[in-house]
């Protein structure tokens, strides 16, 4: 029992739950006896080591990988773990209690695609997007195509005029009576009739129900425009141990009418390894400047004319073509993912890069740990929530 020791010690001193797993090589999907005589003893301890009344885990895992477990509660109780995600290059997701609503008739299509176990895997699943315009509102297209059992939609901001060019369902009437754009994405995913259910925040995503929300969801889309909302994403994937894509479009105008360049790209993040910071997809001084510039703007302005704070980045030019494609390479590498097809090992893959004027797609691979974020994987939740003092349960 000396390994185990320090793990319940770090248990105890950073409120974490302790896992063990052990195979069953010949299969055998259930616990022996032996089994439950091992856990009621090992667990005994441990509840009594750490005392917080806190759940641990114990585990098995069959000869193909896939993994079954139970919670071991205080008193010594069982209870069944009904979804294990593991958050790797390729991500495994096994769900052991709600049925799928797959309505084969919609569904036929993507059926003959990925097969029904892939797609009753969708219908269960809870996607969080931050963003519904550009890159988000395409996004969300595909997905409710697929039948994602839950779509959570975060964005504080309404339909404009200027916007219509690339929100998808989006209208003139929409632009006019300043409709919320994430009332526009309900309403056409439920008009869709798919059965996926929307819950919706026109909330920052620095708001205190909003990371609770986030931190249920089994994947993380990022489309925002701010680095701000980049970095709360950051340290949502990182405490709650979430896969997290990242889109991000680039389109350099000459201001002319001609086109200088255009650059798409995801990032797919997994906790523990490199983060949109260290890749440099944000950096501290934009973080800074947004947060200044979205609680106190009067001080944002002082700032910036005493040459304090760098510009938050204003609008730039934007258009749907490029950002369905780069939602549809999104979606993609997210379905390779859960359902690998392609040819190149998903190790081999962090980063999917589009330069359109130069019609190359260009993959890399970067997952040196983040030092900044590596340090915060699995701390679920924490006081303050995210270790960020402005994210406050009002």
Not at 11 to 32: D, N, Q
Request: hydrophobic share 35%; charged share 25%.
């Amino acid at each position: 029992t000396d390994i185990i020791i320090h793990l319940i010690e770090k248990a105890k001193r950073r409120g974490l739950g302790v896992l063990k797993i052990h195979c069953h090589p010949g299969g055998g999907e259930f616990f022996s006896e032996i089994d439950t005589d091992s856990d009621i003893k090992l667990f005994t301890s441990i509840h009594s080591w750490v005392d917080d009344g806190l759940p641990h885990a114990s585990c098995i895992m069959l000869p193909g990988g896939r993994i079954f477990g139970r919670f071991v509660n205080e008193p010594i109780e069982f209870e069944q773990i009904n979804q294990i995600l593991i958050a790797g290059s390729t991500i495994h997701n096994w769900q052991y209690s709600e049925k799928s609503f797959i309505n084969e008739s919609i569904q036929l299509r993507n059926l003959q695609t990925f097969g029904k176990k892939t797609i009753s895997m969708l219908n269960k699943m809870k996607i969080g997007i931050v963003g519904c315009s550009g890159t988000g509102s395409p996004l969300i297209e595909q997905l409710k195509r697929f039948g994602i059992g839950t779509l959570v939609l975060v964005d504080p901001d309404f339909v404009d005029k200027v916007n219509l060019n690339r929100i998808i369902n989006s209208t003139l009437s929409d632009a006019e009576n300043y409709t919320l754009k994430v009332e526009v994405m309900r309403r056409s995913i439920e008009e869709a009739g798919f059965g996926t259910k929307v819950i919706t925040y026109n909330k920052h995503v620095t708001d205190f129900e909003v990371v609770k929300e986030l931190a249920e969801c089994d994947i993380l889309f990022s489309c925002p425009d701010t680095a701000e909302a980049r970095h709360v994403l950051n340290f949502i994937s990182s405490f709650y141990v979430l896969p997290l894509f990242d889109l991000g479009v680039k389109l350099n105008a000459d201001g002319n009418g001609g086109i200088e360049n255009i650059f798409g790209s995801i990032h797919y993040v997994q906790p523990g390894g490199s983060s949109l910071l260290s890749r440099k997809q944000y950096n501290l001084q934009a973080l800074e400047a947004e947060g200044i510039k979205r609680t106190n703007p009067e001080e944002y302005e002082e700032r910036c004319k005493a040459g304090y704070l760098k510009e938050a980045n204003e609008l730039s030019p934007a258009v749907i073509s490029i950002n369905m494609q780069v939602a549809s390479t999104a979606v993609n590498d997210f379905l390779n993912r859960i359902h690998p097809f392609r040819n190149i090992n998903n190790e081999e893959v962090s980063t999917i890069r589009i330069l359109f004027d130069e019609l190359l797609m260009i993959k890399e691979y970067d997952e040196k740990p983040c030092p900044f974020f590596s340090k915060y994987v699995g701390y679920g939740d924490i006081e303050p929530l995210l270790n960020l003092s402005e994210i406050k349960n009002d």
